[in-house]
Every structure is written in structure tokens, then in C-alpha cells.
């Protein structure tokens, strides 16, 4: 598969995730493996997982400690504890769900038990998959989706997020403004700020800050623009000062 946007990606994962949510139980050993499998092979939500493991690195180390010792039961219930917010539960539900699926032998009830593993619900594997769902598979989702929609720009590898797009959206009209200002009405600079502005879709920050550079740069070959003026209107897109040479 083609690496995807972030609408595209936002899409499939709304699907996928669907998919799992109202599954049969006796699915999941395949579906779930899968979903994995495409989140590590999409560059967008591969770097959103790394971000996961980053931020809640406490919690990754808490739940590698070896669980066949002792004291493992009053780590647990530390744990437990520990998840005093959504996202906190939507991180512990990736840090389980991720681990459980390293194991090579899988079976019908493999995902669902890790309810019996945490919360010890009462009832048949119905109620474990209700409890799998509620407390590992829903909240994990919905930190993706957290990502996809506010997360911030902390390292040139991330990608944009639909708040962090919506604020350039305001840098690109005022970017068409400063064109006019200053007298360049040219077709072919606004075609590169349309490809610009569509490619902050699918390129972390990085790469999409060289691809300015390098599409001014070409303006600034072909005579249409000087070096100055292509500075000014990079910053006018980016809000950052950029030098090209």
C-alpha cells in the first residue's frame, strides 16, 4: 500500500477500528495483528506510535517489569492506579495490546483475556470482550485520534496535526496577500503554494520545510523571484526564518 495522507490515514483507521470494535471475538487473533501491521507500515501513524512510547515511557517501563515474581500483583494494582486519565488508558491499552501480540501462538479468546488480566470481569468471554474493548482497544483509538487532531510539532520527524494544518491555513492566505503587495501575480507561485499547501498532508515537518526551500529555490533560478523576496514569503508560510543560501 501507498504511504497515505492524513485524511486517507484518519479514514482507514475509522474503518479498521470499526471493523475490530464489532467483530466476533474468535476474528480478532487476525484483525488485530493486521491493524498493528498497517499503523507500522503508514509512515504518519508509525511516528504517532513512536510519540506514544515516548510521552509515556514511565508507563511502557512500569509494564515491563517481569510479571512472574512476587510483588507483581501489587505492581499491577500500582499500575491501576497510575491511569488516572484517558490518555494514560488509551497508552496502557497500546502498551497490552501491542505485547500480547508479540506472542507467536494465538487463539479465538487471545485479546479479549487481557480483561481477565487487568480487571478480572465476572461473566463468560462476552463480558471479556466488552472489557477489552471499553478499557484497552477504545481508549487506545481514541489517543490516535488525539494525535491526528492536536497533537503538537516537537521534533522536525512529526507530522502535522489538523489544529497545527488549520493555523498554516492562515499563514497561506496571508501569503497570497503579501504576493500581491508585492506585485507578483504570477500563475506559477501560486501552483507551487497550492502543491505546498497540499502536501503538508502527507510530509513531517522536515521534509516538507525542505520541499519549500527547494520550490523557491527554483523560483529563484528561473528569475521570477529574488532571494529576498523568497525569504520573506517562506516565513510568511512558515513563521519561521529560513535561509535559503
Known sequence: MRNLDLNEITDKITDYSSDIRYSDREHLEIKIPQFLQFLNDQPISKRIIERIEEDFSELKQMLSEDRKVMNWRKSKENILKTLTTREHQGAFGYFEIYDK?????????????????????????????EYFNTYFFEPFIELLEWYFRESKIEQEKDYFSREEILKYENNFEAFETQLMKLGFGQQIIFDEADEIKELILGLNKKNWTEVIKGKFENLIIDGIISLETAEILIKTITGEDLKLR
Do not use: C, M, Q
Open 101 to 129: 501480540n508479540t506472542s507467536d501462538k494465538k487463539y479465538s479468546n487471545h485479546f479479549v483475556e487481557l480483561a481477565n488480566d487487568w480487571y478480572n470481569p465476572r461473566g463468560n468471554y462476552i463480558k471479556y470482550h
